[in-house]
């Protein structure tokens, strides 16, 4: 069945720009949708389809895709939007959905 | 507020039974497709099944598939996922999530409900 790879761990200084990627053979055919987790949270929906934000999300965040690579984006990143991020997607063989291993985002 | 609110964990021992719940409100529950996502202690999150908004299609994720099920009364705005013969591989933090109409999203989720197997 197909998985999809992210970094474990990426760190970035207060107020700069941070891309968080995700890379699988199902992104060649489906989007990536994009969670934020904080410590003893739920995970909340920050990027959903081509590049779509849910109601109360800052627009800091957005989404892209090429080839097998999503990348979410962070721009002028806060102290706040440190947390664990989590790809998703559909797969065509083996589970229809299936999460990344996830990227923890240190804020410095 | 959209809200749902998972309850039925607790402690069990190695191949018990277990039945969780996700009560949810405030929105036309009947609408929308639900999963069940899972977090083993310290891990990150594991898809684990889903069923269509009237209940007529369900999927389970390979590793649960035979021992859980997923189902649905939208009568009463409840899912629920049956687990039998539960491992200690299966001591985690359950979720419900709703799956948005338009795009693959899951934009509303509880807070939770922990399971616990262990002798």
Redesign the interface.
Known sequence: SSELTQDPAVSVALGQTVRITCQGDSLRNYYASWYQQKPGQAPVLVIYGKNNRPSGIPDRFSGSSSGNTASLTIAGTQAEDEAVYYCKSRDSSGNPWMFGGGTKVTVL | QEQLEESGGGVVQPGRSLRLSCAASRFTFNTYAM?W?RQAPGK????VA?ISHDGGNK?H??SVQGRFTISRDNSKNTMYLEMKSLRPEDTAVY?C?RE?I??????I????TMVTVSS
């Open positions: 999963h996502v990150g999150l594991e898809w889903v999927y994720a390979d979720y999530a948005r338009d795009y693959d999203g899951f934009d989720w509880g807070q939770g």
